[in-house]
């Protein structure tokens, strides 16, 4: 009675500072946990409310101190431990929370509520062998519990996918996890769907399609009622994996029946009946395998027969599909007759005739276009067009009547596109196809009135490719009138309809081919990008960025990116656990499949990576700043990446089919996306190798520059990270010569997929060589030491070299520009000259910082150097050796070249220039707008206007504070 007394006066003195943290009034936790703690100073559990509270105050220090205070203590407390939990998983400490709960299971190992909460602190670190022991542990103390029992059979299970180990995995980790299943089954102790489920999991994984079978059949199998024909389908697949087709099709034909427009069934339905043509198999005379359809003869039968059947009530898309289907899987595998079905022209034709009015037409159709040969093509769009009228007598355009007429109209074009038929366009041509898409789109508009904003118009896509066709016009005449012709038109799309995400990626192509980044963010804010999206869409602006030069935007994007993929660890740990206290075993392989596809992420190491390279170009005005941020990063430059990048592991989550364009044979999506995808590989590796250099050369800086170490000669820990310096210079070039020697020729990007990176620039204009040398310098001056400086004719005293600036000047030379060009009287935007000075500012920030590193071997050496004059007491002091005037005259060169590049940066502003895109005519236009386009075509240009301002301004902010930079360094 006095315990449960205590217990509720504990909770009472804890009430208000939980209702304080569920309010977020943290600062008055901390005030009600002070108060609770000078009644009892010992009371543990309001000391860990109050670390919670500092914690979400920002004041991790003193947080962890009382933390650390607890958890030496090792408490045993539910209260405490839960609050303990959430304290260390606010911070990502998911190995504090295990050995927390350890520590807590040895002192009551008698405690289900402490097991069960260590069983899930393994769960969030995927310890799977831990996991099985802890669950036995349970099963120990509830032997009658099933859940904790089947918690182990699944953490073994895991213990097999994870291994390395294949031998490993199918001879001993399922065999076990197969055993202990078999064990409950003869014991008739299975009581649940999810326990048969899992049973059924390690059957496949084992490959025992038989023993599943029986499973699924027997009376284990009457327990598996949460999804409708369940069982059909499994037997159906298991069938189809043991080869037995006659029994597979059976199944396939019996789920048809039941679902006719469902396309796996009709795919897996053909393959079965194909096997058994080509085996030859037919029934016993004495069967009655009614059901079996083992010719193509039958197989046709029942399409037909489906056909009809679903023809009396609507029609379905799968029973016309399967016949196109059963054609093309028939000429995949030989000359297989197939008769009552007709030819592939004619079932085509059918099929624009019954779903033609549909938006899925084109998806469909073009799988089997295939099937007919180029002039059977040209003849089938051609007499889809005559079931439209599109012009009058005259030539005068006759638009759609309905929508329907004019889905009809979009899929005809669509398909058109696909077949290529527009590629023999010449550009006058493609400029009239696309005017009149555009009057379309307007007209369609009528049939969208009454639409929701979050709804696609009708319409839209007829904008799209107008804008499609636009900027062809553009790439063929180089003509960039018709560019911004595309952008009007799709910004004109983007008001009219809000929900188009095709529009908004469309546009951040077409503004960043101009060099204007500023659209782009606000685009992109409207795009609504959240949670996975980060991922997959993130690369839609990121090559962008910082290649146009604002940074501020920068650094806001990668900062949310990176908040995702750290939050995602977190949330998918929590999605874990609920699988295991519900039992979705199934659901646990796909949580941690997806898990394991944000961690190797390409677009979260680029994200790592860029934004600390960032926040060393940024937030660093001298080389103080550089190192206290390099220490605040804890960036190993020994390890393998910066942070660690496991190249081989890296995925490509980017979803690159976000914009439709309807090309086949022009533009190859898959082969664009593996080249992008190495692309991006190598370019992160130059950038980590970067970022891991310069982390390294500061690292080096400070420890030569400490007296001690001058005075003990080379320490054991600056010799390593001398050597890792060298090693990884070395790293780079090789790296360098083996991509120039792999792809050697350029890509020909399209605005149809992914952007290109800056690899190309980066080492065609040998950016690069600037960081090679400044780590040569750097290796000098660090074998430099005191006694070399009184050897006159030493000529280790001549570095460092003017070499650095020297390619900055000329790489400033070679980029200095005009933002307006002019070719044959017209007038264009030259955005090639803000994403190569953007690149050179960066550059040049790189060099800073490793120049600084040179000032801080040099400054101890110089001083060493004083302290030796004064105590030989001569009357005419020596004179400075050669490497400190060298250092000067070096910071001079930067000094002078950051100044040019300053002045050439300020004349990218185009109100400096006095220059008004949105007054200027770049190109003569052969269209008169309209006066909605003509208003948007001035804010278009004025935004594009802004956009450079903005670069200009912050490019010139950065150089700036280079400028500051210089300024510090002086001996």
Known sequence: MASGSHVDVNERRLRPIYDCLDNGNNKKAIQEAEKALKKHKDFQCAKVLKALALLRLGRHDESSVILDEIHSQHPTDEATLQAMAICYREVYKLEAIADLYENARKNCPDNEDILSALFMAYVRLGDYKKQQQTAMLLHRLQPNKNPCYFWAVMSIVMQSQSSEDEKLAKGMFLPLAERMVKKYVDEKKINAEEEVQLYLIILNLMGK??????????????????????????AAELFSKMQKWPEANAKFKFLLKENPDHWQYWKDYIYSCLKMVQSNWKPQEDSQDSEIDYTIDMACEFISQTITMCSKDRSLRGPYLAQLELIKVLRENGDLSVKNLGSPMELLQNYFKLFGDKNCCYEDMKLFTDLISKPQQLEMISSFMKTLELHNSDGDILFASDVKAMQRHLTILQMARYLGIQDTMIAEERLVLARECTQRYQHGLEF??????????????????AAHLLVEVWETTSNQQYLIEAIVQLQKGSKNCPANFQFKVMLIHLYSVLGAYGPCQQLYDSLEVKHIMN??????????????????????????????????????????????????????????????????SLQYACAKVESMLLDLMLETSNHQSVEQM??????????????AVEFGKLCDNRDLRIIESWDKETYDKRLASDFSFQEEKAWLRIRSLTLRILACAVSLGQQMSNSKTMNNGL?????????????????????????????????????????????????SDGHYQVVCSMIDTILHLFNLQPEDLEQSENEKQESPSQKVPEILASLLTKYRGTLLSETDGKKSINATVIENLSLLAETMS??????????RILKPLKTSWNKRCRKKKTETPPPLPPVFSNFTKLIASFDACAKDMHVATRDLDPVLLSIDLSSLSL????????PDDAAIRKDVLKSIETSYQSTSREVCELIHNKLQYFNGLKL
Request: aromatic fraction near 12%.
């Open 923 to 930: 190109a003569d236009s052969d269209s008169k707008d309209s």
């Open 448 to 465: 969208g009135k009454d639409l929701l904003i979050t709804d696609i118009q009708y319409s839209d896509n007829f904008l799209l490719m």
């Open 209 to 234: 399609w038989e023993e599943a079978y029986e499973v699924v059949t027997g009376e284990l199998g009457e327990k598996l009622t949460s999804e409708t024909f369940f069982k059909e389908r499994k």
């Open 535 to 600: 991922d997959t869409l993130g690369y839609v602006i990121s090559n962008h960025m910082v290649r146009l030069g604002h940074f501020a935007a920068a650094s806001a994007n990668y900062g949310s990116m990176l908040k995702f993929f750290a939050v995602n660890h977190k949330e998918t740990a929590e999605y874990l656990i609920a699988a295991y206290k519900y039992g979705s075993f199934n659901k646990i392989f796909e949580f941690v499949r997806f898990r394991e596809k944000l961690q190797n």
């Open 846 to 855: 790189h060099s800073a910082i490793l120049i600084g590193v040179c000032h």
């Open 715 to 763: 320490g054991a820990e600056k010799k390593a990270l001398h050597e890792i310096l060298e090693s990884l210079g070395k790293e780079l070039s090789e790296h360098i010569r083996e991509y120039e020697k792999k792809f050697n020729k350029v890509y020909d990007y399209s605005l149809r997929g992914p952007s290109p990176t800056r690899i190309t620039k980066y080492l």
């Open 630 to 643: 390099v220490t605040h990063m804890e960036i190993d430059p020994s390890e393998e990446g910066a942070p």
